[in-house]
């Protein structure tokens, strides 16, 4: 059986984050890896140099083109720009009937560059994540979505109870931007409406983290397509984004990219 996944992101001409880091580690995972470019960004380690966005109508097409030839066993979304696309990809996600599509709610790149109009925040509240099978937010981003302020555990669980009551089936808050003071640990949590569960690996010091994001949803995304459930697919997850950042290539000039082979190959370059 070959496994199909579908991620509709923009394209980061970096090759550390968005579609690149999803179809890379979509290949790692040895799913067959599909794509709908929603933005161009002219991007590298150092920043985000332009953004062109594809129009809605552009989305759609491709979204057409895959699902009527190669319908994909799991969706995520990424980088979605404005609220005429996020509209336009969850409509195509209900009336297709995706069951795991995994929502990223990529607002802001390490950079600080918006990845996300201001505005948009409302659409995602009110069209995506009521459809999520998967959302995993960031701390700054599940601030933005709940209206919250996040500075423990404690916060991480009340915002996803948050997310939960909103739609989303599994919520994932992701602890990469907890501050070295306060934690010498990563600590991820998993909410599925009845239980929490905690994923935590020490925190590593490293500035090459670019893209981490990306790459951990879209372990998630290609485990699901496998048919796994989802607390072995994020414990899969946490296992390969912590090899790939332990093992994170230090190439450019700014926050490099991440290891996609570490985890699988056990390489220590
Ligand atoms: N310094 C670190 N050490 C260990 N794990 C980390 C570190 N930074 C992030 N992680 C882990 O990486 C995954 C992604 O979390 P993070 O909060 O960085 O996502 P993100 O902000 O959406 O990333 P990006 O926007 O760069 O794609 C989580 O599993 C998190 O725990
Ligand atoms: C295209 C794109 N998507 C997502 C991120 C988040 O890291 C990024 N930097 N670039």
Not at 16 to 43: R, W
Not at 99 to 119: C, F, R, T, Y
Request: aromatic share 6%.
């Amino acid at each position: 059986m070959v496994y199909k996944a579908l991620t509709i992101a923009g394209s980061d001409s970096g090759g550390g984050a968005g579609i690149q880091a999803d179809l890379k580690t979509f290949q790692e995972c040895h799913v067959y890896g599909m794509s709908a470019v929603t933005a161009v960004t002219a991007q590298n380690t150092k920043g985000v140099q332009g953004v062109f966005p594809s129009s809605a109508s552009e989305v759609l097409e491709q979204l057409t083109s895959i699902n009527e030839d190669l319908p994909p066993e799991a969706v995520k979304t990424g980088m979605l720009v404005n609220d005429e696309i996020i509209a336009s990809v969850a409509d195509f996600a209900s009336s297709s009937g995706w069951e795991k599509l995994i929502v990223d709610p990529v607002m802001i790149a390490k950079g600080g560059a918006s990845l996300l109009g201001e505005k948009s925040i409302e659409a995602l509240i009110n069209r995506l994540i009521p459809v999520a099978y998967v959302i995993t937010p960031n701390i700054p981003e599940a601030e933005a979505l709940t209206g919250r302020e996040i500075r423990d555990v404690g916060d991480c669980r009340k915002a996803a109870e948050d997310l939960y009551g909103m739609g989303a089936k599994h919520v994932i808050i992701k602890g990469g931007h907890q501050s070295q003071s306060q934690s010498s640990y990563a600590t991820d949590i998993l909410y599925d409406g009845k239980e929490f569960f905690e994923f935590t690996s020490p925190r590593i010091s490293t500035p090459h983290t670019h893209g981490t994001g990306c790459t951990f949803s879209a372990v998630i995304t290609a485990e699901l397509a496998k048919g796994n459930p989802v607390f072995d697919s994020v414990h899969t997850a946490k296992g390969f984004i912590t090899a790939a950042i332990s093992h994170s290539l230090g190439i450019g000039n700014g926050h490099g990219p991440t290891n996609h082979w570490a985890y699988h190959e056990g390489v220590n370059l």
